[in-house]
């Protein structure tokens, strides 16, 4: 029983979530070991995502939120992204690191690539937790991707249905949509 009262299949555990956060951590410490990096975390689905991943990168980070929507509740994009909340500084010279929680149609992610490029980073460099390989509708390369999943509708670790479930510390499928 649950909000929605949805029936939900653990997808990827809290324990692999884990070990590839830190993987990825470990890689963007690399990387940037000695510079100053900028993350960016794509509100509201990748909060969870983004602040264990930023504990895992050992350089000086600045934190800056942008909100995009595209979803509007259901469970397909409306291929619209919508901004609900802009970045609060300039990013010109700095190199961004842009957290992303799913990659479906790509749509989302080339408008954050778009906006962010305009900008004037000294480089950008993009992370999503998950990518569904099948659901591209555009072109979408990314520098780092946690876990390619099927096309289907996952929820969890950040990653709502209607708003719910974003609080589960793991990712699930939903079983029973009507
Ligand atoms: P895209 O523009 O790539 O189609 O969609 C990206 C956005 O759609 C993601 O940031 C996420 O908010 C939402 N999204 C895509 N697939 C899923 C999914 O399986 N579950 C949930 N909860 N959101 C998704």
Redesign the pocket.
Known sequence: MNAKNLELKTYISEEKLAAKVAEIGKALTEKFKGKKVTAVC?LK?SFMFYSDLIRQIDTDITCEFFGVS??HGG?T?SGE?KVTLDLSTPIEGQHVVLV??????????NYLKNAIESRKPASLTTVALLE?PD?LKVPCKLDHVGFQITN????GYG???DGYFRNLPYIAQVQNFQ
């Open positions: 794509v689905g595209s979803y469970t994009s992204v992303e929680d799913i990659v479906d149609t790509g749509i989302t992610m569904k659901a289907e509708f996952v929820v990653l709502d249905y």
